[in-house]
């Protein structure tokens, strides 16, 4: 999971934020792969251009996963 963050080109502090959210979530962790996977898949090919890959994961986590970073209020 961390080399797939990684290829996502997220930050060394975004990789444990989000590691440190699954945890031990068997349910959570194939969520996250399954949801990343079209977006490194596109990355990989070509397929699209991304400006900020990093900052692409991360607007795709947070909306699949609201509790990864609350709002601040």
Do not use: C, W
Request: avoid cysteine.
């Amino acid at each position: 999971m961390v080399t797939r963050l990684q290829k996502l080109r997220m930050t060394d502090a975004q990789i444990r934020h989000v590691l440190d959210f699954v945890a031990d979530d068997e349910a959570l962790i194939a969520r996250l792969m399954k949801v990343s996977h079209p977006l490194l898949r596109d990355f990989e090919a070509g397929n699209k251009t991304f400006d900020n890959l990093g900052g692409a994961a991360i607007n795709l986590l947070k909306t699949e996963f609201p509790r990864l970073y609350p709002l601040l209020k």
